[in-house]
């Protein structure tokens, strides 16, 4: 039941203008947590290597 509840959650943030205005600036970051939370559910053959030389960039 709270697996359906946050993202109608967070539709419902996005609808309302007042909240709204905090949330969009703030897709990128949330678009990231919720990438790095799901990459564990990936096989680890599926899953890049962790590249040194990428990091800076």
């Known amino acids: 039941m709270l697996k359906l509840f946050i993202p109608i959650a967070y539709a419902v943030v996005l609808i309302i203008f007042a909240t709204s205005q905090f949330f969009v600036p703030g897709n990128p970051i949330f678009i990231y947590l919720l990438s790095f ?3 564990r559910f990936f096989p ?5 290597a962790v ?3 990428l990091l800076p960039a």
């Open 51 to 53: 590249s040194v030389s």
């Open 37 to 39: 939370y799901s990459i």
């Open 44 to 48: 680890l053959d599926v899953r890049p």
